[in-house]
T-cell receptor, first 114, second 114 residues
């Protein structure tokens, strides 16, 4: 069975400071992992995905995530936050033996202060 | 408080048949979103509905697809005259007041078109 835990429901940072959104997963097989962002009045947007290639994955808007199998983590980072990064972020896991069905984390609300 | 309920979990249709996917939002939630996940891809936004209103259908294919969220009962995603390319996992999410409130996702319906 697969599961995803986003360790923080809310994260608040100042503009220009680093962002860290934490995600731990549980998976019986080699998983695919995703980060999605949802801005106000928008649908979900794919930020980046890991599918068993390079463990450091670069996404859009300066975000990146590192797959660490030993820690079962897939944390999302960005060196410098912008006001436009304020949104809800979802970590998602998918297993091929689960028919590629997705399991979502509970989401993390990122707030960016001026 | 039950989560977002989607049924059926798996749906098999032959080409040309109709598919009806149901989504019961969480209690008290009046906003529903439908997403589609095609094989090897991430989630794609389809439509955003409030009770009895379609707010944003920019992600819906122009033909054969329709969605509704009546005053009473679940939200329905309807696909007429299905084709093999419609095979995908369809996810529903609900929120109490729309964005930026938190989204809660259902487990999805896997549609297979033979």
């Amino acid at each position: 069975a697969q599961s995803v835990t986003q360790l923080d429901s809310h994260v608040s940072v100042s503009e220009g400071t680093p962002v860290l959104l934490r995600c731990n997963y549980s998976s019986s097989y080699s998983p695919s992992l995703f980060w999605y962002v949802q801005h106000p009045n928008k649908g979900l947007q794919l930020l980046l995905k890991y599918t068993s290639a390079a463990t450091l994955v670069k996404g859009i808007n300066g975000f990146e995530a590192e797959f660490k199998k030993s820690e079962t983590s897939f944390h999302l980072t960005k060196p410098s936050a912008h006001m436009s990064d304020a949104a809800e972020y979802f970590c998602v896991v998918s297993e091929s033996n689960a028919g590629n069905m997705l399991t979502f984390g509970g989401g993390t609300r990122l707030m960016v202060k001026p | 408080n039950a989560g977002v309920m989607q049924n059926p979990r798996h749906l098999v249709r032959r080409r040309g048949q109709e598919a009806r996917l149901r989504c019961s939002p969480m209690k008290g939630h009046s906003h529903v979103y439908w997403y589609r996940q095609l094989p090897e891809e991430g989630l794609k936004f389809m439509v955003y509905l409030q009770k009895e209103n379609i707010i944003d259908e920019s992600g819906m294919p122009k033909e054969r697809f329709s969605a509704e969220f009546p005053k009473e009962g679940p939200s329905i995603l309807r696909i007429q005259q299905v084709v093999r390319g419609d095979s995908a996992a369809y996810f529903c999410a609900s929120s109490p007041q729309g964005l930026p409130e938190k989204l809660f996702f259902g487990s999805g319906t896997q549609l297979s078109v033979l």
